[in-house]
């Protein structure tokens, strides 16, 4: 029986390849911790997660200190064994993002190991619905962006046969929100689907007034319109309005998602695997919103999540934005506006590891081992 023998602990700090404004921040640096995993029998498996630019040094130092150490000597195999008991060493520090970023990291790499030892890609071990996925873009849809340049990336991503496009709300009054969706719509039509972004900007009531406002432009969803705690918010807006409402990127627990679904707070699932815990929690709630007849999107981290969500039946889209480029040698195939499902053995992620290493952060580099 195989048994892990050395944990290799990175982070890279990745810019983002445009300029990204939502209604309450700037996505400026993007964290990015790598666990590399390796066992006895000489596999290796590599997970990642990330931050949007604050806490990477907290998330590391809770692998090197905490959690890393208690895997050596582990079975590797023993995936949901070893999660629970790192949740449990934390459990003073849960539920919360610093714990969910930082265990995401070690769940993904066994699950990259476990794929490459049974020769088969994620998509397929951990499923197999599909083998690939529509695309939607939000890298042309940030809130500082214009109109006519909305109206310009969301014509030419229908072009690439991509399925929608994401706009940013949230501008200081919702008649500006209006004028550059309206303009979306009339170049793109009634074919193609607009999703929205409020990044937890409003509050209840002009939430349900916006929505009201942008009813008649048959919105794909309006995702996270409220602070990601206020399910009760979540409850009366999603009462109030036929436009479908996105929740996930800002949730922790598989509780929280649970209380979200079960209350009819919310009718689309973005559970992020970087945010959530993993690999392993993140089939979990996709495989209970399959149940409540909730289709999961999920948030952000493209190259991994494409085969997640082509690994569960009610896996619906993939979020285009790219950040993996400069790390990767292969990169997330398209096709038609379609994601792929890798067909290599592990999670699907090519890393160039000379890329890596010259582009880790010295003072979070360091190996576990027995």
């Given amino acids: 029986m195989a048994r892990i023998e050395k944990v290799d602990l990175r982070m890279v700090d990745l810019v983002p390849k445009v300029k990204r404004t939502d209604a309450i921040q700037s996505f400026v640096s993007q964290e990015t911790p790598i666990v590399t995993i390796t066992d006895s029998d000489g596999a290796v498996g590599t997970g990642y997660s990330y931050t949007i630019g604050t806490g990477g040094s907290s998330v590391m130092r809770l692998l090197s200190d905490h959690l890393a150490p208690r895997l050596i000597g582990r079975d590797p195999d023993m995936i949901e064994a070893i999660w629970h008991d790192l949740e449990f060493a934390t459990h003073a520090t849960t539920i919360g993002a610093i714990t969910a970023i930082a265990i995401a990291a070690i769940d993904t790499a066994l699950w990259d190991l476990r794929a490459k030892k049974q020769n088969l890609p994620l998509w397929k071990l951990a499923g197999g619905a599909k083998d690939r996925c529509p695309l939607y873009t939000t890298e042309g849809g940030w809130l500082h962006i214009e109109a006519a340049a909305l109206v310009d990336d969301a014509l030419a991503a229908k072009a690439k046969g991509f399925r929608g496009s994401k706009v940013k709300i949230g501008r200081p009054h919702g008649s500006e929100d209006l004028a550059r969706l309206s303009a979306v719509r009339k170049a793109v039509g009634d074919g193609y689907e607009i999703m929205t972004d409020a990044n937890q900007g409003f509050s209840v009531d002009e939430a349900i007034r916006r929505a009201a406002r942008l009813r008649e432009l048959d919105l794909a969803w309006i995702e996270e319109p409220l602070p990601a705690d206020d399910v009760d918010g979540h409850i009366r807006l999603s009462n109030s309005t036929p436009t479908p409402i996105a929740i996930g990127e800002s949730l922790y627990s598989m509780r929280h998602f649970r209380e979200y679904m079960q209350k009819g707070a919310c009718s689309i699932v973005q559970v992020d695997v970087g945010r959530i815990g993993g690999i392993t929690p993140w089939l979990k709630i996709a495989h209970a919103a399959e149940a409540f007849d909730i289709p999961v999107c999920p948030h952000f981290l493209m190259e991994l999540h494409v085969s997640l969500t082509c690994a569960v039946q009610n896996g619906r ?52 081992t027995r």
């Fill in 317 to 368: 889209y993939v979020e285009y934005i790219p950040q993996l480029d400069q790390l990767t040698g292969k990169h997330m195939r398209i096709e038609d506006g379609h994601a792929l499902a890798p067909d290599e053995p592990g999670i699907g992620i090519d890393w160039d590891w000379d890329a890596v290493k010259a582009m880790s952060i010295a003072e979070f580099t360091t190996a576990i």
